[in-house]
C-alpha cells in the first residue's frame, strides 16, 4: 500500500490544483473575437475505415519539403502529400508517394516477420523520415528505420520489444523508440512478460551504420527501489520486477536535448532520462485526478442524458501522448490523459489477464480499475481509468500544475448533446460514459509569434481542443472543433489519433483519423470578416490571392462587393474554411439590412456583451434559426449542409420571398436529410439556390464559405 504521507503531500497538492480549476468556459460568440479559430482547409481520404482504428493514425510534417507523412496501418505503407495544395484540390488530396516499409526491411533482414507499423517523424535538420516497426512476434526485436523523403533506405536499425513510438531530439542528435514490452499471451507459467525499454540512436555523424543502445529499468528491480516506486504512486503488478512490468508508451525530449521524457501509460508515471549520461534518473508517479472536487466533475452514468457531477472516485491520469515545452527557463510537460486498461491473453484461459471490474452503480455499469493485483493505490480509494482532460507537469518535480478538470465533457456536451460521450464507432449518447469518456489522445504543442499552444485529439467523441499556454499558471481554453458527421456511426471525421503541428507564417494542423482513415490540415487563424469592415471594392476585387484560380472565384467578389462578406484579412478569403452558425446568422442580417431585435436571446454561451449578441438575437427572434436547445446557440459549431439550408429557407419564407419551382430531384442520400430539412433543402434545390454534387447533398457535413458565397451570389442576383 502507497505510503499515506507521501500521498497527503502529492495527491493533496494535485487536488488543490484541480479545485483551481475554473469551470470550462462556454464557447461563447465572443469566441469570434478571438485571433485564433480551428478550421478546417484541406483533407485527404485513404479510402479506408475500420471501426477498431488503425487506419491513418500517426502523421508527421516535413519542414523541407512542405508535406505530410502518413502511417497506414491497414496498408502497412507510408504515404505522403504535399501542402502545396490549390482550393479546387484542397478536399480532396492525393499522395505523391508510397513506401512500402515492409518490402524494404526485406531486403536487410529476410527472417524478420513484419508485425506492424507504429509512428513516424521527421529529422528536424535533415529531408529524412524514421518510422518504428513491430515485429509479429511479441517478444522479437522491432526495427527503426531511416529513409529519404523520397522513401529510399539509409538504414534499418534493430530495437527492443514492440516498439510504439519514435522521436528524434530538436538538435537532430538522437532518435528514440518507446519499446512496450507488454505480455500479450497474458501471465503465466513459461509465459514472457518482455522487458519495456528505450531504444537510443545516435544521429551526429550519419544515417548509416547505426547502431541501438538500449536503456532499460533493471536498476529499479531491488526491493528496496521498488518499494520507492510504489511509494511514490507508480502501478506495478504485484511480485513482477519493474524492468517488466515498465511499460513506455510515449518520448519527449526537452527543447534544449538535454532530457527525454517517457510517458509509462498503465504504469502512470513518466521516467526521465538524462541524455548526457542516457541513463534513466526518475520514475515518478503521477498521482490521482479526485473527480469529488469541484471543477472536476464527471458523467459516469449511461442513462442517455448529460449529467456532469463529482464523483467519490480518483482518475488515474495515465497519459498517451505526450509533449514538452519551455517557458521562462523552465520545462513543462504536457500529457493527454487517456487511461488504458491491461487485457493480455486469449479469455477463458488461465493466462488471460484483465485489471478491470465493471460494476453497477445506481443502475449504471461503471468500470473501475482492479486493484487486487496491483501495488501503488490506497485500499481506501475506487480508482476509474483517465483523467479526461490533458495537465501540464513540471519536469523537475513531476506535479500537476495545470489540468483542465471538466472542460472536455462540459464543452462537447454543450456543442454536442445529442451525442455527448458517443464512441468512435457509435454515436449513442453517453456511449464511453461509464469508461473513459472522451478519451484524449494525443496532445502537440505549436508556437505562433509569441504564444504557446497545445491541441489535444478526443479519440472517442473526435475533435480538437485548442488551449494558449503560454502562462502554465493562467491556461486559456481557444477553441474546439468537432468534423465528425453523426448521421451514421463512422461518417467525416472519426477518432483522431496522431497530431502534427506546421510551423510558418500560416500555422496549421495536421490530424490524423484512425477509425474514418482521413487526415485533415486544419487552419488555426481566425476569421475576420465579422470584425473587420472592408468597404473597398476594386481592393476585395484586386486583393484576395487565395481566389485567383478558386471555382468561386466571381460568386465570391459578387458577395464581397454587396458587403456580405468580408476576408481574412487583405489577402485572404479562405474559401475552404467552415462558415459557423454566427457567421450564418451575421451574413443573414446584413442580407436583411442589418435589422435590429427586439430583444437580446438568452443563451448561456452567448455573452450579452458579445459584438454579434443582436445578430444571433434577431436570426432566433424571426424563427430563422434555432438554439441547439434553450440554453444553447453554440454560435461557433461549424454550420451544416442542411441547418444552412434551413436557415436560408426559412429567411426567405419570413420575408415573403418566393422561390422559383423547378423540377424535384431526390438525392442518393435522402435518407441521412432530416425530416425537418427536406421541405427546405428540396425548395432550394428546385429553385436552383443550393444542390448538392454527384447526386448527393451531404446534409451533414460542414458548409465552406466558398459554397455560402455561392448560395447568396444567386440571391443577390
Known amino acids: 500500500m502507497a505510503n499515506s504521507k507521501y500521498l497527503s503531500s502529492k495527491t493533496l497538492f494535485a487536488l488543490?490544483?484541480?479545485?483551481?480549476?475554473?469551470?470550462?468556459?462556454?464557447?461563447?460568440?465572443?469566441?469570434?473575437?478571438?485571433?485564433?479559430?480551428?478550421?478546417?482547409?484541406?483533407?485527404?481520404d485513404s479510402g479506408v475505415q475500420n471501426a477498431?482504428?488503425?487506419?491513418?493514425?500517426?502523421?508527421?510534417?516535413?519542414?523541407?519539403?512542405?508535406?505530410?507523412?502518413?502511417?497506414?496501418?491497414?496498408?502497412?505503407?507510408?504515404?505522403?502529400?504535399?501542402?502545396?495544395?490549390?482550393?479546387?484540390s484542397a478536399l480532396s488530396l492525393k499522395p505523391f508517394l508510397s513506401i512500402d516499409i515492409a518490402e524494404l526491411l526485406k531486403t536487410v533482414d529476410a527472417d524478420f516477420q513484419y508485425g506492424d507499423l507504429t509512428?513516424?517523424?521527421?529529422?528536424?535538420n535533415a529531408n529524412v523520415i524514421a518510422a518504428s516497426v513491430q515485429a509479429e512476434g511479441f517478444n522479437d526485436y522491432g526495427y527503426a528505420v531511416f529513409l529519404t523523403a523520397d522513401g529510399d533506405l539509409l538504414s534499418a536499425i534493430k530495437v527492443g520489444a514492440q516498439p510504439d513510438n519514435i522521436t528524434i531530439s530538436p538538435d537532430g542528435t538522437k532518435a528514440f523508440t518507446t519499446n512496450e514490452g507488454e505480455p500479450r499471451k497474458g501471465y503465466g507459467e513459461n509465459l514472457i512478460d518482455p522487458q519495456g525499454s528505450i531504444s537510443l540512436i545516435e544521429l551526429s555523424n550519419s544515417f548509416e551504420n547505426l547502431e541501438a543502445k538500449s536503456i532499460t529499468f533493471e536498476a529499479f528491480d531491488t526491493d528496496e527501489k521498488r518499494a520507492e516506486l510504489v511509494e511514490s504512486q507508480v502501478i506495478l503488478k504485484k511480485d513482477t520486477k519493474p524492468s517488466q512490468d515498465l511499460e513506455p508508451e510515449y518520448v519527449s525530449v526537452s527543447e534544449d536535448s538535454k532530457f527525454a521524457y517517457v510517458a509509462l501509460q498503465e504504469n502512470n508515471a513518466i521516467a526521465k532520462i538524462d541524455l548526457t549520461s542516457n541513463e534513466v534518473v526518475s520514475v515518478e508517479g503521477l498521482g490521482f485526478k479526485d473527480f469529488s472536487v469541484a471543477g472536476n466533475e464527471i458523467d459516469l452514468r449511461k442513462d442517455d442524458q448529460v449529467k456532469l457531477q463529482n464523483e467519490n472516485y480518483f482518475g488515474i491520469y495515465m497519459p498517451d501522448g505526450m509533449a514538452t515545452y519551455k517557458v521562462n527557463g523552465k520545462n513543462y510537460i504536457v500529457t493527454a490523459n487517456e487511461g488504458d486498461g491491461r487485457e493480455w491473453g486469449e479469455e477463458d484461459t488461465e493466462s488471460f489477464h484483465l485489471n478491470e471490474n465493471e460494476l453497477e452503480v445506481e443502475g449504471s455499469e461503471i468500470v473501475f480499475y482492479d486493484k487486487s493485483q496491483y501495488d501503488g493505490f490506497e485500499d481506501s480509494n475506487e480508482y476509474i481509468f483517465g483523467g479526461r482532460s490533458f495537465s501540464i507537469i513540471d519536469a523537475d518535480t513531476m506535479e500537476v500544475v495545470y489540468d483542465s478538470g471538466s472542460d472536455f465533457e462540459r464543452i462537447t456536451a454543450e456543442l454536442f448533446p445529442e451525442n455527448f460521450n458517443a464512441s468512435n464507432d457509435k454515436v449513442k449518447l453517453d456511449n464511453r460514459s461509464g469508461k473513459k469518456g472522451p478519451e484524449p489522445e494525443d496532445v502537440k504543442i505549436g508556437r505562433i509569434g509569441n504564444e504557446i499552444f497545445a491541441f489535444v485529439g478526443l479519440e472517442r467523441i473526435g475533435g480538437i481542443m485548442m488551449y494558449n499556454v503560454t502562462d502554465p499558471a493562467n491556461v486559456e481554453f481557444v477553441d474546439y472543433l468537432n468534423l465528425r458527421d453523426f448521421s451514421e456511426e463512422i461518417a467525416g471525421d472519426v477518432s483522431p489519433e496522431g497530431l502534427a503541428f506546421v510551423t510558418g507564417s500560416n500555422p496549421q494542423l495536421i490530424v490524423g483519423h484512425e477509425v474514418s482513415g482521413t487526415v485533415t490540415v486544419l487552419n488555426l487563424l481566425a476569421d475576420s470578416d465579422e470584425i473587420e469592415e472592408n468597404d473597398d471594392s476594386d481592393e476585395?476585387?484586386?486583393?484576395?490571392?487565395?481566389?485567383?484560380?478558386?471555382?468561386?472565384?466571381?460568386?465570391?467578389?459578387?458577395?464581397?462587393?454587396?458587403?456580405?462578406?468580408?476576408?481574412?484579412?487583405?489577402?485572404?478569403?479562405?474559401?475552404?474554411?467552415?462558415?459557423?452558425?454566427?457567421?450564418?446568422?451575421?451574413?443573414?442580417?446584413?442580407?436583411?439590412?442589418?435589422?435590429?431585435?427586439?430583444?437580446?436571446?438568452?443563451?448561456?454561451?452567448?455573452?450579452?456583451?458579445?459584438?454579434?449578441?443582436?445578430?444571433?438575437?434577431?436570426?432566433?427572434?424571426k424563427e430563422i434559426m434555432k438554439g441547439i436547445n434553450a440554453l444553447t446557440f453554440a454560435p461557433n459549431k461549424p454550420i451544416t449542409r442542411e441547418e444552412f439550408a434551413v436557415a436560408v429557407y426559412n429567411y426567405l419564407s419570413k420575408s415573403d420571398i418566393m422561390l422559383e419551382s423547378g423540377k424535384e430531384v431526390k438525392y442518393n442520400d435522402d435518407a441521412k436529410i432530416s425530416s425537418g430539412a427536406k421541405q427546405a433543402v428540396y425548395a432550394l434545390q428546385a429553385a436552383g439556390i443550393i444542390e448538392g454534387s454527384d447526386g448527393k447533398f451531404n446534409p451533414n457535413q460542414p458548409l465552406t464559405r466558398a459554397e455560402a458565397a455561392i448560395v447568396f451570389s444567386k440571391l443577390i442576383d
Not at 59 to 88: C, I, P, Q, R, W
Not at 119 to 124: G, N, T
Open 52 to 88: 477498431d482504428g488503425g487506419t491513418t493514425e500517426i502523421v508527421a510534417y516535413n519542414k523541407h519539403n512542405h508535406s505530410t507523412y502518413v502511417v497506414n496501418g491497414e496498408t502497412k505503407k507510408v504515404e505522403a502529400f504535399s501542402l502545396h495544395y490549390n482550393d479546387e
Open 119 to 124: 509512428s513516424i517523424v521527421v529529422h528536424p
Open 540 to 621: 476585395v476585387e484586386n486583393g484576395y490571392k487565395d481566389i485567383e484560380k478558386h471555382w468561386a472565384k466571381d460568386e465570391i467578389l459578387a458577395v464581397t462587393s454587396a458587403g456580405l462578406f468580408n476576408g481574412v484579412n487583405d489577402t485572404t478569403f479562405a474559401p475552404n474554411k467552415g462558415l459557423s452558425r454566427v457567421q450564418t446568422a451575421i451574413v443573414l442580417n446584413r442580407f436583411a439590412g442589418n435589422e435590429k431585435a427586439s430583444a437580446y436571446s438568452s443563451f448561456k454561451d452567448v455573452s450579452s456583451s458579445s459584438p454579434f449578441v443582436n445578430e444571433i438575437a434577431w436570426a432566433v427572434e
Open 16 to 44: 488543490s490544483m484541480a479545485g483551481a480549476v475554473v469551470v470550462a468556459p462556454s464557447v461563447s460568440a465572443d469566441a469570434a473575437e478571438n485571433e485564433y479559430k480551428l478550421s478546417l482547409d484541406a483533407r485527404y
